[in-house]
């Protein structure tokens, strides 16, 4: 008999890019993906302006954003819900950070 879950481990901090974000799907459902989000030093300057609602949170190292025309600091820990809508961009993070990102695309 097949099993029917599934079992993985977070990418570690170190496997960051030096340059921008790489993005690693850990779960999609038809109504939700799980990722997990390295970044690296200099990330990319897009702001994002989604049609769904996003659930992040910091698990390693600092960042700092800009939400909805407002700056916003976050370390390890710290989360944010940003609503179908809310423009955001990345401004600087620590090299190695690594976030936990539930997409929640309808249903």
Do not use: K, N, Y
Not at 88 to 97: A, M, N, Q
């Amino acid at each position: 008999m097949e099993s029917r879950f599934r079992r993985g481990r977070l990418e570690a901090a170190a496997s960051a890019p030096d340059e921008g974000e790489r993005v690693v799907q850990l779960a999609h459902f038809p109504t939700l993906t799980v990722e997990q989000i390295l970044s690296g030093a200099l990330p990319e300057p897009v702001s994002f302006d989604q049609d769904f609602d996003e659930w992040v949170v910091l698990l390693e190292g600092r960042a700092r954003m800009l939400v909805d025309g407002e700056e916003v600091e976050l370390e390890p820990g710290e989360w944010l819900l940003l609503p179908a809508g809310c423009p955001h961009t990345v401004v600087e993070t620590e090299p190695g950070s690594s976030w936990l990102a539930l997409l929640l695309t309808g249903g």
